[in-house]
């Protein structure tokens, strides 16, 4: 079929149609990881290119924290190679200051400081990691929680914010280091209903801006509304990873079935 006339023209003028695209933001190249026996990464092969939104969901356990945990080097891989903006992540203890530097994380226990103001939270590794004069590492954090709508919270403390308005100062955090790339693993499982829709919406809107983010969560609504590509994780591998629409209304695999099965009832 390959030397079909037809298919050939057809295959020349999608790629003349198709734009040229930057290296990947990140790059995951048969990328293996074990804990002690356990092989908990298996040959994960997946690119997110610049501005590209990536929701990644899986049963429980099948590595979804293990895999974005990598992009950062919270956890190292032993084979195959992870590239952040085609650098690959190496033992470099300088590259990882970079890449973390990069790549901002946003946990589903927000995981603030509780004995700091939201203020000097988000305030804190400009200063400490990036030498900012702190003067206008809180002007910048002033601006960032004012755009996740809480600038009226900065001089409290943790403790005396709700769940969402804590998630809120998280992902301030993170924009406070001008992240190129944003990870998001979980971030409201952990928080009551009503105030899920607050976090979501902060998402959407750091993701309307064309900030890069893999986001791991079950969120199905988020995903089909702001996702570029779902990747459906199983037993760590990447089973199925495209389309979201093609991904809820006809995933390819019996896993992701039944797994959207389960999430439904
Ligand atoms: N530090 C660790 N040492 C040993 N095993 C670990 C460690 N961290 C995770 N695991 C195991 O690796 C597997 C994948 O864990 P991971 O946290 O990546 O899964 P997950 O898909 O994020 O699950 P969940 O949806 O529950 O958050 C699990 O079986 C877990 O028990
Ligand atoms: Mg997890």
């Known amino acids: 079929m390959a030397d079909h006339p037809l298919s050939h023209r057809t295959e020349t003028v999608r790629d003349a149609r198709r734009p040229p695209r930057a290296a990947p933001a990140i790059e995951f190249a048969g990328v ?22 990536v929701v990644v969901c899986g049963p429980s356990g099948s590595g979804k924290s293990t895999l974005i945990r990598c992009v950062n080097r919270l956890e190292e891989h032993q084979k195959g190679a992870i590239r952040v903006h085609g ?7 300088r590259e990882i200051d970079r890449v973390r530097r990069e790549v901002g994380m946003v946990f589903q ?12 939270n988000c305030a804190l590794a400009p200063v400490w990691a990036e030498g900012v004069k702190r003067r206008e590492a809180e002007d910048r954090a002033h601006a ?10 900065a001089h409290k403390y943790p403790s005396e914010l709700s769940g969402g308005q804590q998630q809120r100062v998280a992902i301030a955090r993170a924009l406070c280091m001008n992240p190129k790339i944003m990870l998001f693993d979980e971030p409201t499982s952990a928080l009551d209903p009503e105030m899920v829709k607050e976090v979501l919406d902060t998402m959407t809107a750091l993701a309307s801006e064309g900030m890069t983010m893999i986001v791991v969560t079950h969120e199905m ?23 979201p629409e093609e991904f809820f209304t006809a995933p390819r695999h019996e896993r992701a079935r039944q797994f959207l099965s389960r999430l439904l009832h």
């Open 32 to 53: 293996h990881k074990w804990y002690g026996a356990f092989h908990v990464l298996r040959d994960i092969r997946l690119a997110v290119h610049p501005g590209e939104r």
């Open 144 to 153: 960032l929680l004012a755009k996740v709508k809480i600038a009226d919270q």
């Open 109 to 120: 226990q927000f995981n603030l400081f509780p004995h700091l103001t939201v203020l000097q």
């Open 221 to 243: 609504g988020f995903a089909r509304r702001v996702a570029d590509k779902v990747v459906f994780m199983d037993n760590g591998e990447v089973v199925e990873a495209g389309d």
């Open 87 to 93: 650098v690959e992540l190496s033992a470099s203890s």
